[in-house]
């Protein structure tokens, strides 16, 4: 499933193609995504320009003229620049043309989303998906101190394991699967930790460790476990780099001790029993 790290990839391959374009044509192939595409966008969006692309958790916001885009990638979708000649491939959901250019999204499993938000019902903010995420890891709200606190001040009382208290998302977006057992390795903590048993200074390396390990990923492309590709059609390649994520048995490559593996909320966990005590 696309993380925030493969998520804002996309986002810097499309966003020097199509920013300050005006869309020509909007091709609704198979709306039945997770929410039906509105129709209306074939008529609406041609004509308006793509003033910026943002990222808000894993949610692209293409900004045009009267509204915002919001595209979610979902389990299994790409976005992709191609040239507008080129012929759409099974499982090409929805494209939005740009005179010689087309960006195509590509979604077999069909979890994706293509929604809009009227600039007339106010800031994209008041979007119903992107009022109860949390703050973004890379954000000054996350930064330093403030980072400790977001995460300190939100667990507390919770009795929830940390790995799920950081996959919700509700103190900080982006951390997904992946990215929680690195995270979590990297700032010596046990996955299964309650989250309101977690001290100031394990809030602390912990912010800093989601900040570092995210920024790792989106350099590296993010992670390509079976589907995702960039704009490019390339994979990540952040998974050659893991420390203990899938990589159970293994000798820890701080300590040697062999990384474990364990499920939470239906998900793999893993982590280093001699590194990440709790």
């Known amino acids: 499933m696309p993380e925030l790290p493969e998520v804002e990839v996309t986002r810097l391959g499309i966003a020097p193609h199509l920013e ?8 609704i ?13 074939s008529k609406s969006l041609p004509g308006q320009k ?10 692209l916001l ?5 509204g915002y885009l919001l595209i979610h990638l979902g389990m299994t979708g790409t976005l992709r620049v191609l040239p507008s000649s080129d012929p759409l491939k099974t499982h090409d959901r929805v494209t939005l043309e740009f005179g010689k250019l087309s960006l195509r999204l590509h979604d077999p499993r069909k979890f994706g989303a293509v929604l809009w938000h009227p600039k007339s019902k106010g800031p994209v903010e008041k979007f119903t998906l992107l009022q109860k995420l949390g703050v973004e890891p890379f954000s000054s709200e996350f930064s330093g101190e403030l980072g400790t606190e977001v995460l300190y001040q939100s667990s507390r009382k919770r009795s929830v394991a940390v790995k799920q208290f950081l996959l919700a998302g509700q103190a900080v ?8 057992s690195e995270s979590l390795f990297e700032a010596g903590i046990h996955p299964a930790k ?6 100031r200074p394990q809030c602390s390396r912990l912010a800093q460790a989601v900040r570092l390990i995210l920024k790792k990923a989106i350099d590296a492309g993010g992670s390509s476990l079976k589907d995702f590709v960039n704009s490019d059609g390339d994979p990540g390649h952040f998974m050659v780099q893991t420390k203990v994520y899938d990589r159970k048995g293994l000798p820890c490559k701080v300590c040697k001790t062999p990384i ?8 793999s966990t893993y982590f280093c029993p001699r590194c990440q005590k709790r």
């Open 20 to 27: 300050g374009r005006k869309v020509t044509a909007v091709k």
């Open 29 to 41: 192939i198979d709306g039945r995504l997770r929410w039906p595409v509105p129709m209306s966008l």
């Open 50 to 59: 793509v003033s910026t692309i943002e990222r808000r958790g894993k949610y």
């Open 62 to 66: 293409l900004e045009m003229d009267t």
């Open 173 to 180: 977006v982006g951390v997904g699967n992946i990215y929680c």
């Open 194 to 199: 309650a989250a309101g048993k977690l001290t």
């Open 260 to 267: 474990s593996q364990i499920v939470q909320g239906q998900r």
